[in-house]
Structures are given as structure tokens and as C-alpha cells.
């Protein structure tokens, strides 16, 4: 580490000299080149640089991708790299990111122009995933090395790993090994070659010995600078996810379009109503639409007052907050069949500023098409022509209104904008309603809703509705019919098993599920050790990919056995484990993610249009986007916009939203952060960028984040 700082140090005083620079903010250097704020990725299409490239898709990151595959890709020459803008030498692109250290054949004048052009503009370059070998600074696997799987490794970020790029990391990187028959993780273990200038980031133990080799590593060689990744993985392992931040803030030096935090939402539906449970001898819901015959008597499962007192403790001790989705009429028909009395609602409304709370309409009804339940599974009601019956704006308009109307009275905060409806419904369901009840968008205008829930499962993309706007919702599998361990395993495997085992058969007709299972769980323990961390890795897979969409559960799953609880702590310890403290997960409210969504969609049209502008001189950074489209950024801490701070702070960084009105925005990185810039022409070594500031523990969430207007 001393011969690198040493290293380093020299490296810059060299430059300094030789371009007769003084220390201090490079905006002032005339001859800085400009850099474009764009990423060159060279696939070979494999899964490692397709990853990077869905990373940098996800967070609004712009790049170019050359397909090496394709004979009619563009040369990567002299010319395509870089040219002249007013007068000034222009990089194209701020780094490069390649399939391995050098994916051309020998000799390549493809290769020579990369190193040339890195050199010159100190261009990071990203090795995605490579062999081990002397090229890339580090020994061969042989020699002392490893060679092999790494499924269930424990990784750990370094000392230079923490202080740099991956900062927001606590340490431990763990590989995932989520099946003991199929291989998920392969890589080369391997230590810096003799005289290499090699710093690993993340390493791993070689086994067998007491060593540790590097998995993700900086090369610094012949004035250049490489990130060497000697695993593969793609975009959606564990170990990726954990590692790609870190990564593209390696290669843009922590400057870049697009932004990137760790969201979780939950919302709770059916509150103050009661769930209908699952029949284990009946396999089915009494109750339930589909459950004919002799579907016994309901047996309704509905919170307690202890419950929401469980509610609002474990919320505090996580520092989280519930939405809860409700229907008031359940509180209205307990109250009747009880002389006035619901003690659930009353300690509910007591403790209503505890929580979120969304519409879910008054009474839970079924808001598509009038549905014809004779049959199963069901179909929609036609008239003599053969149209469909649709449910009616008079309805729903009541649905809506009145649920509204005793929330208010109740005193609950609401927000009007926000609707779920009982099912989704009102919205296109296949088969059997592939259109949205046309009603819908007029009953949504009159009630003001901007913001309609949607499941993911079924209408995962964002889209307009009237006037209201949809937020997809991942379903999370624990059932809305079950408030016990048992009764959630029964149904399952139910679900998930064969015909010859008693199941119902789902998977064999529907070879794509991947739920299914080999052998019905164990009802005893089944959930715990099967259920809750399959749910768990999802979910918490969600959360690390910069995903805000919520997951919804049902208040029957926080009754009696409280089933929800185990996924739901399963997420936050498992992201508790691995992230600082400057890096918390983010909870936000739903209109708060449709807007997210929605500045996420336009920014990526505008990018994909051909109309932002984007690059940096020195310590200036310009933007240029159209009228009317937020601006998505990642900055060093300390960045100013119009002399004000700019952004919240998350991850050692600052990253925020900036309305643009089509003008220039202009940003002035803090001195900490610019690094003194070769001439375009000269080679010049490249030098690393400054360690990070780090946010203090807990700072990051004093400034909670919402998208800023």
C-alpha cells in the first residue's frame, strides 16, 4: 500500500510538472480535454458485460455498446474514440469497459487505439471478467492460486476496497449457492504478479492455503488503469448486485449520469378487513370465487389489537415504515355483528400516524367486469350481443369515494392521489379480461387519482390509466389466505407439487414455473427453512437492484402466526449485514416511487433520443437535457449546482434529480475530487481518484430522500 501511495504521489508531481499545471480545481486548466459522460462497452455477449451494461441501463448511466459478434459493428479506431469540439480535444467516453483484458487477437489495432486513447485521456477500463495471467497483474492460477467453483464463498472488500470505490460495502461479499447440483459461481483466485502494481478490492481465501486472492482488483500499468474481475456472474447473482455500485463508481470516478439507491416498500392490504383461509382438506378457499362444491364455511383471519401492537414495535425497532392498504367497510360490518364494538379498528386509528395508509376501496369488490362465477375458472358476464358487463363508474366512483370519506373520519393521513384497488381490479387481467374496464379511467378522474397500483406479475410496466399513472407491486408468496405457518406450507405444496404427490399439478402443465418442488415441504418446518429464505432472497434481490417498486403482503399475514415477520426481518438483516451505514435502504411512499418510475422512464427516452448532452472539464461537469425532463446524476460529496449543495447524500456520494428547463446545468466538483488532467496528446501516466468522503454513520439518514423537484 506504500509503494502505491508513493507511486502515486510521484506520478501526479510528474504531471504536474511536465504540464506546467499549479495543484488546485482543473476547470482552471485551458488545455483539459473534455470528457463525455458516456461508457464504451465491448461485449462479446457474454453474461459479465451484459451486467455491467443492465447496471448502467437501470440507473440511467448512458453508453455505447459494440457487439463484437457483429460484422457490421463500427472500428474502434482513433476516430471513434475521440475527435475536436470547439477547439477542444474530446474523449468520447469516460471509461471502457471490455470483455477481459484484451478480447482481440493479437497484434489488434482495435486494442492498440483502446491503450492509446486510456493513456491519454487517463480512461479507466474495466476488465469484466478475465483469467488470471501476468496481462492483467496478477499470477497465473497455478502457481499458488485456485481454479474452480466459489459457490457459498464468504468474500471480504479490503482496506483500499472500503476507503475507495467500495466503500459502502461492511466487508463481506457473500457468493450465492442456491442449488447443490448446478454450478452458480466460477473464478480465478490469484495473488499480484512479481513487480505488478496490482491492489485488490475484493478477495477471497485460496483454498487450501492461508492466502487470499483477488477477485476484483486495480491494475496500474504503462500509464493506465484496469479493474480486473477474475469471476463471472451476471446481472441477477447476489455478488454482482452487491459489487456492480462499486464498479461503475470505479470507472467514472464517481461521476456520472444516473443515480442508484437500495429501495424497500411493503405494503399491507385488506386492512380492517378479514382474509378468507385456506381449506386444507378442501384445497381451496371457502369463500373464494373458485371454491364450489362443498366448500365449507369461511373461517376468516383478521389482526388483533395485539397485532398492530407487534406492528408499530417491530417498525420502530427497524426504523421502518408499513403501508397499510385498507377497506373501511370491514370495519363497519365488524362493528354491526359486534353492538358497535371493533377494538382492532379503534387501536388501529389510535396508532394511525404509525404508519402509511393507501385507499383500497370500501368494500374490497371486484371492479372489472361483472363476473360470471358459475363457472371455474371464472369469466366475464356478456350481454345478448355479446359485449362485455362491465362493472359501472356509479360503482366505482362509490367504491373509491366512500372509502376515502371514512378514512377521513377515522382521522387517517391519507393521500387522495393514491389508489389500490381490491385485486387490481379494474385493470386487464388474462385470460379473462384483456382490456381495462373503460370505466375506470373516467371513475379515476373523478376522484382525483394520479397514482394506481398495479401487480407486477401481470402489468409490470408503468402506464397511464387516465389520468393516474400505475406503480407495479411485486407479489410477495406468502398467501393472503393463510395467518399460519401450517396452513401456508399446506397450500403450497398444494401449488408447487405434482399430481402423484397429492399436488395440484400446477407445475406439470406450466413447465416455466420455477417454484415447483421436488417433495411436498414438512408442514412443521417447511416454512422456515424452505419458504421464508427463498421469499427472502427474492425480495432482498429486488431491493439490490436499484428497483423501488413495492411488495405487497396482506394484514391477515401479520395475525396469529405472523407469518409475514420472518421474510420482512430475513431482508433488512440480510441488507443490515452488508451495507454501511451510509448506504440505508430507502422506504419510500407510493406516489413517491411512481414518480421515481416515471422521471426513470422519461430520462431514459431522452437518453435513448440522442438529446442530452452530458461531459466534464476539469472540475466542471455540464448537462444539457430537454425541457421538462428531470436530470439524473452521481457526484462526489461537496458538488455544487448553481452554488447551491447539490443532492442528498447515499453511498459516500451525492445523487439527486434536477429539473431541467432545457438550459445547461452546471456542477463544480469540490478540489478534493478533480484530479489533474494530461493534455489531450501528451502520455501521461493515469493516477487514481481520490478516496471518497465518507458520510458519517447515520448521516445519510437524516436527509431522507424523495425525488426532488
Not at 371513475?443 to 394506481?452: F, K, S, V
Amino acid at each position: 500500500m506504500k509503494r502505491t501511495i508513493r507511486t502515486t504521489a510521484l506520478t501526479v508531481g510528474a504531471l504536474l510538472a511536465a504540464l506546467g499545471l499549479q495543484a488546485g480545481p482543473a476547470e482552471a486548466d485551458t488545455g483539459a480535454p473534455r470528457v463525455d459522460l458516456r461508457v464504451l462497452v465491448v461485449s462479446d455477449g457474454g453474461p459479465a458485460t451484459d451486467a455491467i451494461a443492465a447496471e448502467l441501463a437501470t440507473a440511467g448511466t448512458p453508453y455505447t455498446e459494440v457487439d463484437l459478434t457483429d460484422s457490421g459493428r463500427p472500428a474502434i479506431d482513433a476516430g471513434f474514440l475521440a475527435d475536436t469540439v470547439d477547439g477542444r480535444p474530446r474523449a468520447k467516453f469516460q471509461a471502457v469497459v471490455l470483455p477481459n483484458d484484451n478480447p482481440f487477437a493479437a497484434g489488434s489495432t482495435e486494442m492498440a487505439a483502446l491503450a492509446a486513447y486510456e493513456k491519454t485521456y487517463a480512461i479507466p477500463q474495466v476488465d469484466a471478467y478475465t483469467y488470471a495471467r501476468p496481462q492483467a497483474g496478477l499470477q497465473v492460477p497455478t502457481l499458488g492460486g485456485y481454479s474452480g467453483s466459489i459457490d457459498g464463498v464468504r468474500a471480504q472488500v479490503t482496506a483500499a476496497g472500503r476507503a475507495g470505490a467500495f466503500g459502502y460495502l461492511d466487508g463481506p461479499v457473500p457468493f450465492e449457492d442456491n442449488s447443490p447440483t448446478v454450478g452458480e459461481s466460477y473464478a480465478y483466485l490469484s495473488t499480484p504478479a512479481p513487480g505488478a502494481d496490482f491492489t485488490p478490492y475484493v478477495q477471497a481465501p485460496v483454498p487450501g492455503t492461508a492466502r487470499q486472492g483477488s477477485l476484483v482488483g486495480e491494475y496500474r500499468h504503462d500509464g493506465r488503469r484496469e479493474l480486473v474481475v477474475t469471476f463471472v456472474y451476471n446481472q441477477y447473482q447476489q455478488q454482482f448486485r452487491l459489487l456492480a455500485r462499486g464498479i461503475v463508481e470505479w470507472m467514472t470516478g464517481g461521476v456520472h449520469l444516473g443515480a442508484a439507491r437500495n429501495y424497500f416498500a411493503v405494503h399491507v392490504d385488506d386492512v380492517f378487513a378479514a382474509d378468507d383461509r385456506w381449506d386444507t382438506r378442501l384445497n381451496c378457499t371457502p369463500g373464494d370465487v373458485d371454491c364450489t362444491g362443498d366448500a365449507g364455511t369461511p373461517s376468516p383471519i383478521r389482526m388483533t389489537p395485539a397485532d398492530v401492537d407487534h406492528a408499530t414495535a417491530w417498525q420502530n425497532s427497524r426504523r421502518f415504515t408499513l403501508d397499510l392498504v385498507y377497506n373501511g367497510a370491514g370495519s363497519v360490518d365488524q362493528r354491526e355483528d359486534n353492538n358497535g364494538v371493533d377494538l382492532l379498528a379503534d387501536k388501529l386509528i389510535a396508532d394511525r400516524n404509525q404508519f402509511r395508509w393507501i385507499n383500497h376501496t370500501y368494500t374490497h369488490a371486484y371492479l372489472g367486469c361483472e363476473q360470471n362465477v358459475t363457472v371455474v375458472p371464472w369469466t366475464c358476464a356478456t350481454h345478448a350481443d355479446g359485449s362485455t358487463k362491465w362493472v359501472s363508474r356509479t360503482t366505482l366512483d362509490h367504491e373509491i369515494a366512500t372509502n376515502r370519506v371514512w378514512g377521513r373520519l377515522a382521522g387517517l393521513p391519507l393521500h387522495d392521489d393514491e389508489l389500490v384497488t381490491g385485486e387490481h381490479s379494474g385493470l386487464k387481467i388474462l385470460p379473462q379480461q384483456p382490456a381495462d374496464n373503460p370505466n375506470l379511467a373516467l371513475a379515476l378522474a373523478d376522484n382525483g387519482i394520479t397514482w394506481l397500483a398495479s401487480d407486477n406479475s401481470r402489468d409490470p410496466e408503468q402506464r397511464r390509466i387516465g389520468p393516474a399513472t400505475t406503480v407495479s407491486r411485486y407479489p410477495m408468496n406468502i398467501f393472503y389466505n393463510a395467518g399460519r405457518a401450517a396452513e401456508q406450507v399446506d397450500e403450497y405444496n398444494w401449488l408447487y407439487t405434482s399430481r402423484a404427490q397429492g399436488g395440484s399439478g400446477i407445475c406439470e402443465d406450466n413447465p416455466e414455473t420455477t417454484t415447483c418442488l421436488d417433495a411436498p415441504l414438512d408442514t412443521a418446518t417447511g416454512y422456515g427453512d424452505h419458504i421464508v429464505p427463498l421469499e427472502t432472497r427474492i425480495a432482498l434481490g429486488h431491493v439490490l437492484a436499484n428497483d423501488p417498486k413495492p411488495h405487497f403482503i396482506h394484514q391477515s399475514n401479520l395475525a396469529e402466526d405472523r407469518i409475514a415477520y420472518p421474510v420482512l426481518d430475513g431482508v433488512l438483516n440480510g441488507y443490515d449485514a452488508l451495507f454501511a451505514d451510509d448506504t440505508p435502504v430507502v422506504n419510500l411512499r407510493m406516489k413517491d416511487i411512481g414518480v421515481e418510475l416515471q422521471r426513470r422512464a422519461a430520462w431514459k427516452t431522452a437518453v435513448r433520443d440522442g438529446r442530452v448532452t452530458a461531459y466534464r472539464i476539469g472540475g466542471t461537469v455540464t448537462v444539457q437535457g430537454p425541457d421538462g425532463t428531470a436530470v439524473p446524476a452521481t457526484l462526489p460529496t461537496g458538488t455544487t449546482l448553481g452554488g447551491s449543495a447539490f443532492g442528498s447524500a447515499y453511498a459516500g456520494a451525492v445523487s439527486g434529480w434536477t429539473a431541467s428547463d432545457g438550459a445547461a446545468l452546471t456542477y463544480t466538483l469540490p478540489s478534493s475530487a478533480v484530479a489533474p488532467a494530461a493534455t489531450a496528446g501528451t502520455a501521461a501516466a493515469a493516477t487514481s481518484p481520490a478516496p471518497r468522503t465518507q458520510v458519517p454513520a447515520g448521516a445519510a439518514e437524516q436527509v431522507p430522500y424523495t425525488p426532488d423537484s
